[in-house]
């Protein structure tokens, strides 16, 4: 885990090798488009590294790609970390959007885990005006992934998390 600078140029490498003439099929077959998965992991790779702008270029390039592979699952597995990149950013409005767009796409296809799983909690109502704000459901995720992680390499102490 933590293995940024090595996580991105194994993604770089996906998008460099991938043809979507000649990967689409593989879509079809095993649930999502692989230009798709190596763009929207390599933005969450990069914005972990810091680089925010490029990081946000191939979100939308994962969100384009979807789109035109007419694939829906790729597609809401691009939303769904779209709403994930926006809400770290603190951009709100945009994540609340890319949520909405989530939710209709997983009604239209039966998609049941967008549809009525994780995010759905994403959002903390609030009584007042103001933004909403990301409610704790959403942070446990990776406090159990840390914790179960340190149980799998065996490790005895506690980690923060």
């Given at each position: 885990?933590?293995?940024?600078?090595?996580?991105?140029?194994?993604?770089?490498?996906?998008?460099?090798?991938?043809?979507?003439?000649?990967?689409?099929?593989?879509?079809?077959?095993?649930?999502?488009?692989?230009?798709?998965?190596?763009?929207?992991?390599?933005?969450?790779?990069?914005?972990?590294?810091?680089?925010?702008?490029?990081?946000?270029?191939?979100?939308?390039?994962?969100?384009?790609?979807?789109?035109?592979?007419?694939?829906?699952?790729?597609?809401?597995?691009?939303?769904?970390?779209?709403?994930?990149?926006?809400?770290?950013?603190?951009?709100?409005?945009?994540?609340?959007?890319?949520?909405?767009?989530?939710?209709?796409?997983?009604?239209?296809?039966?998609?049941?885990?967008?549809?009525?799983?994780?995010?759905?909690?994403?959002?903390?109502?609030?009584?007042?005006?103001?933004?909403?704000?990301?409610?704790?459901?959403?942070?446990?995720?990776?406090?159990?992934?840390?914790?179960?992680?340190?149980?799998?390499?065996g490790c005895s102490?506690?980690?923060?998390?």
């Amino acid at each position: 885990m933590g293995e940024l600078v090595s996580a991105r140029t194994h993604l770089e490498a996906g998008i460099r090798s991938y043809d979507p003439q000649h990967h689409r099929d593989l879509a079809f077959r095993h649930g999502m488009d692989l230009g798709v998965i190596c763009r929207a992991a390599l933005c969450t790779t990069l914005w972990l590294m810091g680089f925010t702008d490029q990081a946000r270029q191939r979100l939308e390039e994962a969100l384009t790609l979807a789109d035109e592979l007419v694939h829906p699952y790729s597609l809401g597995f691009a939303l769904n970390q779209a709403v994930e990149f926006h809400l770290r950013l603190g951009e709100f409005a945009t994540a609340q959007e890319r949520l909405e767009a989530l939710r209709q796409l997983a009604a239209a296809h039966g998609f049941t885990l967008w549809r009525i799983g994780k995010t759905n909690a994403l959002f903390k109502p609030r009584a007042d005006t103001g933004p909403p704000v990301m409610s704790a459901a959403s942070r446990v995720p990776r406090a159990s992934t840390r914790a179960l992680g340190a149980r799998r390499r065996g490790c005895s102490k506690r980690h923060s998390v």
